[in-house]
């Protein structure tokens, strides 16, 4: 498996724009997380995802931020409009159900809203 | 949400051990400890986990204290690829098991 896919890897938009983030899980795994990386706030869980439903978005920050998991292998988190302090890197991960498995992360998109 | 707490930062020598320390004073049961760490650019990546019983791998080993409430991760020959940010998170139960994670420990690898 080619571990968890998220595109685009950088994205450069200009403020009041919609941004749409995508992930694709590795197969199998049946919980998907996306999380916010900023350098003030650290990691931040925004919500995440158990056989495709939404368990808990109590991270997703206000309104425009919105996430969708129309099946197995693949999610979005779409931003509209987009702001300057959305500026982050986002991290999208899986995993299977239980507690004591791992989680894995993909490498990111790095979003700038100026 | 159970919470972690960790020192900021730490510093090694190259080649020798080291040993991450995090306090989970207020952990139940059925949480499991992971250890993620995440290098420079890159997504976190797991090290290690454990439940009551200290664990081995070939990346680490989780000491895991009697009470539950700490846990040590140790890197038994440090490298400078092991500069990174380290984090120790409870894998909580509130009924989805999501992963919280906290502000984590810098490690610096000193040649």
């Known amino acids: 498996d080619a571990g968890v896919i998220q595109s685009p890897r950088h994205e450069v938009t200009e403020m009041g724009q919609e941004v749409t983030l995508r992930c694709k899980p590795i197969s199998g795994h049946d919980y998907l997380f996306w999380y916010r990386q900023t350098m003030m706030r650290g990691l931040e869980l925004l919500i995440y995802?158990?056989?495709?439903?939404?368990?808990?978005d109590s991270g997703m920050p206000e309104d425009r931020f919105s996430a969708k998991m129309p099946n197995a292998s693949f999610s979005t988190l779409k931003i509209q409009p987009s702001e300057p302090r959305d500026s982050a890197v986002y991290f999208c991960?899986?995993?299977?159900?239980?507690?004591?498995?791992?989680?894995?992360f993909g490498q990111g998109t790095r979003l700038t809203v100026v | 949400d159970a919470k972690t707490t960790q020192p900021n930062s730490m510093e090694s020598n190259e080649e020798e051990p080291v040993h991450l320390p995090c306090n989970h004073s207020t952990i139940s049961g059925t949480d499991y400890i992971h250890w993620y760490r995440q290098l420079p650019s890159q997504g976190p990546e797991y090290v290690i986990h454990g439940l009551t019983s200290n664990v081995n791998n070939r990346m680490a080993s989780l000491a895991i204290a009697e009470d539950r409430k700490s846990s040590t991760l140790i890197l038994h020959r440090a490298t400078l690829r092991d500069a990174a940010v380290y984090y120790c998170?409870?894998?909580?139960?509130?009924?989805?098991?999501?992963?919280?994670f906290g502000a984590g420990t810098r490690l610096f690898v000193k040649a």
């Open positions: 998170i409870l894998r909580v139960d509130t009924g989805g098991f999501k992963t919280i």
């Open positions: 991960a899986s995993s299977r159900d239980r507690g004591h498995t791992e989680a894995f």
């Open positions: 995802f158990n056989n495709n439903v939404p368990i808990d």
